[in-house]
């Protein structure tokens, strides 16, 4: 290589490699930014820390005690509801099926049934819906939802066994009886939720237990109220 090409990128180095002290500049710029966009965030975010996090808490526990006020009233409404209609049901199958596992007092009839399975199939629709809540009334709603559907399916029991002779009929009303049985223990322990609920939102006690006629197993009521 000649002196003169060499001489050229000598200098061409020179003008593009920046002095150490401008390289040392250029790190301090960078590592200023850097610090100062640290404390631009900490500035930004320092107003969502901790105390912005309870707020939200509590704006969430503020909605969802005002949901779950707004459907307690109609759920306890429902459950009274259900309790007169099923009322007559429940003492007519006890006629046919004593809770106490003993002889029928009335026999089984395919009118008596056909009542039962209309009022039953309608309480059964109209837990059909179940809006989201909290575990309190969630618990209640779903608690009664299945008693009905137990009692439903202690209609079907009493439908087939009309449809068969002795000894098999009174061996189904037996399990019909059982069913009936099993969905009057479940409505109690719903019963007694519901109740605790109303207490909880000061609406005092609400009693919707069924007659049981003495079905061991049973919540009963607390006696106030």
Request: net charge positive; proline share 6%.
């Amino acid at each position: 290589m000649s002196r003169t090409v060499r001489s050229r990128a000598t200098k061409a180095a020179a003008w593009t490699t920046p002095p150490p002290k401008a390289k040392g500049r250029v790190w301090a710029g960078f590592l200023t930014a850097f610090l100062l966009g640290l404390a631009v965030a900490f500035l930004i975010t320092s107003g969502n820390g901790p105390d912005a996090t309870q707020r939200r808490i509590a704006e969430l526990e503020r909605e969802d005690a005002a949901r779950d006020a707004a459907q307690l009233g109609p759920l306890t409404d429902q459950a009274k509801d259900t309790r007169d209609r099923l009322a007559p049901v429940l003492a007519a199958m006890a006629q046919a099926a004593p809770v106490d596992g003993s002889a029928p007092k009335s026999p089984l009839t395919s009118d008596a049934v056909t009542g039962w399975r209309d009022v039953v199939a309608a309480a059964e629709k109209s837990y059909e819906q179940s809006p989201s809540a909290g575990n309190g009334i969630n618990v209640a709603r779903s608690g009664l939802r299945t008693a009905v559907q137990q009692l439903a399916a202690a209609v079907k029991g009493f439908e087939t066994a009309l449809s068969v002779a002795e000894p098999v009929r009174s061996n189904l009303v037996a399990l019909a009886g059982e069913q009936r049985t099993l969905a009057l223990r479940t409505w109690s322990v719903a019963a007694v939720q519901l109740d605790v609920i109303n207490i909880e939102a000061d609406r005092g006690h609400v009693h919707v237990q069924l007659s049981t006629g003495g079905v061991p197993g049973v919540i009963a009521p607390d006696g106030n109220g």
